[in-house]
């Protein structure tokens, strides 16, 4: 499989299509569902350029939107505006759609961020960077964030702190997803949101971003130790499954309250087959709802959010190291090895 280009010249004449944008990419990062690729458990298109992570600046665009100098993120799938999909505004699941990452090179070439340069080709959201979002804060950006916050546009009406019931949430795993959901949630106004997870070191973390951490160990009520904070039954407004473990699901079914909300953001591979009971679901009312990528409108909205937040957080922290192209196989292990939020490439080095 051919995995990454190294392109030698600036390109100026690939650009064949109206609508395209071609971008020189100034940093990708190794998202978890590349790793999934190259290990078997997912299968992509090949030979393609993997990768979807990242930003650069366009060197040559044929869209009156998109200049030349311009730093950007870009979608992470293209949408036609036409099917029905799109007629009900889920561009995110066109019928048309080209996957950033997963397509043969033949049919787009360089759509792909392991690369020096990236075409986008039309119908891709392309979201002009602030300089303050450095490439380690906005590598990430078009992939985790965007998700998330599409994940809390599904979020109903909560009351805000100092109401009657102020909102608390749940967000089960500390990972990427889960750590730009809960500044998410914090800066959208719940009081408290409590994140699980079984990794200790990623779960600290979670309280650098506003979270109050709770290991599965002590999470519920027949807890080891009485003083450790518990989460109670009935109690949580939003859980957001953001750990890709179907068995995170009985807990969370749990410690909903009656007319909760579940997303479900990460359980999005085979081995997700849920063994949850529907009378739990239906004699609380809840709602159960699916979150997958995200439209132009979100990845704006991250882009918005992160340059808004990006000092109140340490957003910076969770781009580990950052390795040449030719390094890639390094850059991989090195993400395998869950030391790290994201590594990342830089394609020019
Ligand atoms: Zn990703
Ligand atoms: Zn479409």
Redesign the pocket.
Same mark, same amino acid.
């Given at each position: 499989m051919s995995l990454f280009l190294r392109v030698q010249r600036p390109m100026r004449g690939v650009i064949t299509s109206a609508n395209e944008v071609l971008i020189s990419v100034e940093l990708a990062?190794i998202?978890?569902?590349?790793i999934h690729t190259l290990v078997g458990q997912r299968s992509t298109p090949h030979p393609c350029v993997l990768g979807?992570?990242g930003c650069g600046v366009v060197v040559k665009s044929s869209r009156p939107d998109v200049r030349e100098g311009d730093r950007v993120t870009w979608g992470?799938s293209t949408s036609c505006g036409s099917c029905f999909p799109c007629s009900l505004g889920l561009t995110n699941k066109c019928e048309n759609q080209i996957k950033c990452g997963q397509v043969l090179i033949k049919r787009a070439t360089l759509f792909g961020s392991y690369s020096t340069h990236i075409r986008c080709p039309a119908g891709t959201p392309i979201v002009k960077l602030p300089p303050a979002l450095t490439p380690q804060l906005a590598a /990430?950006i078009?992939? /985790?964030l965007a998700?998330m916050v599409n994940a809390l546009s599904k979020i109903p009406p909560v009351p805000r702190p100092g109401q009657p019931g102020a909102s608390v949430a749940l967000v089960q795993g500390a990972g990427?997803l889960g750590i730009y959901g809960i500044a998410l949630l914090k800066e959208a106004g719940f009081s408290k949101v409590y994140c699980i997870d079984v990794n200790r070191s990623r779960l600290s973390r979670s309280a650098d971003f506003g979270a109050t951490p709770v290991h599965p160990d002590q999470a519920w009520p027949n807890a080891l130790d009485p003083k450790e904070e518990i989460v109670s039954p009935d109690s949580i407004d939003v859980v957001i499954e953001a750990c890709g473990n179907k068995d995170v699901l009985q807990q969370g079914l749990k410690t909903l309250r009656v007319g909760g909300t579940y997303i479900l953001v990460g359980l999005v591979h085979k081995d997700s087959k849920l063994n949850i009971s529907s009378q739990t679901v239906v004699t609380k009312c809840l709602s159960l709802v699916g979150v997958h990528n995200y439209t132009s409108q979100h990845l704006e909205e991250a882009v918005k959010f992160l340059s808004l937040h990006h000092d109140k957080y340490p957003f910076s922290s969770l781009m580990g190291p950052v390795y040449p192209l030719s390094e890639f196989r390094n850059a991989v292990e090195g993400a395998k090895s869950a030391h790290f939020f994201r590594v990342g490439i830089n394609p020019h080095t």
């Open positions: 990062a998202c978890g569902s590349d979807h992570e992470i /990430p078009n992939c /985790p998700t990427m």
